[in-house]
């Protein structure tokens, strides 16, 4: 199934896939499924790396998780609210897209921080594994490409997810297409907030 009339503005795509492997669990088979939305912003790959990793400015632009809980943070990390490769973190999440407080939450663990460096690819990976359910029951894997657009000078944002297990088939029936849209309206909220910095970047530099 694939819900590419899910086009929310310019070049926001948000689908569901059939299983994209991911860095820890690989390849999944059975029932597992994959939510992928993918866009372009304006500004180049770091300020959309920041935007991201940044928990502090999420309740300004994001209205599917509003707000995020940090612990096991870097020892002496002068950034309480930025994510880093070990932080365990709780996505405060409002399904309906509201950015209102909800008590579904979900447990994350951020595994990577990367550089990409190849011919198509120029930018940045991360990675957030979920933990919000033994890995018998429900695995997940939120992969974000942050890469530079080529000749067009943006950044490409590529997100998607991929859940395997026995519980996969039920998030697949009961909020799979929801996923879709909330994956799709992260991704528009993400390109306004992080266009709208830089546009206000350009303005105090002329």
């Known amino acids: 199934m694939t819900s590419s009339s899910l086009e929310n503005g310019k070049d926001v795509k948000a689908e569901l896939l059939p ?8 390849s999944q088979s059975g029932a597992s499924f994959t939510v992928r939305a993918t866009t372009t ?3 180049q790959p770091q ?15 994001n209205n599917f998780v509003p ?8 020892e002496g990390s002068d950034e309480p609210s930025r994510l880093h490769p070990g932080t365990v973190f ?7 897209g509201r950015g209102r407080s909800t008590f ?3 447990k994350l663990l951020m595994t990577t921080l990367d550089e990409m460096n190849t011919p198509d690819k120029k930018g940045f990976k991360v990675v957030w594994l979920g933990k919000g359910y033994p890995d018998w029951a429900l695995r997940s894997e939120r992969v974000h490409e942050i890469y530079e657009e080529g000749k067009g000078g943006g950044t490409v944002y ?3 997810e991929t859940f395997s ?4 088939w039920f998030v697949k029936i009961f909020v799979g297409s929801t996923l879709v849209e909330r994956f799709a309206q992260w991704n528009k909220e993400l390109r306004a907030f992080v266009d709208g910095k830089n546009q206000g970047r350009m303005r105090g530099s002329s």
Do not use: C
């Open 19 to 26: 299983p994209i492997p991911t860095p820890h669990w690989g």
């Open 41 to 43: 912003i304006s500004a």
């Open 47 to 61: 300020p959309v790396l920041d935007a991201l990793l940044n928990t502090f400015t999420w309740p300004q632009w």
């Open 67 to 74: 707000r995020a809980s940090l612990s096991n943070l870097p």
């Open 90 to 96: 709780t996505e405060h999440v409002d399904m309906a």
């Open 104 to 106: 579904v939450k979900m």
């Open 158 to 160: 590529n997100v998607y």
């Open 165 to 168: 297990g026995p519980l996969a």
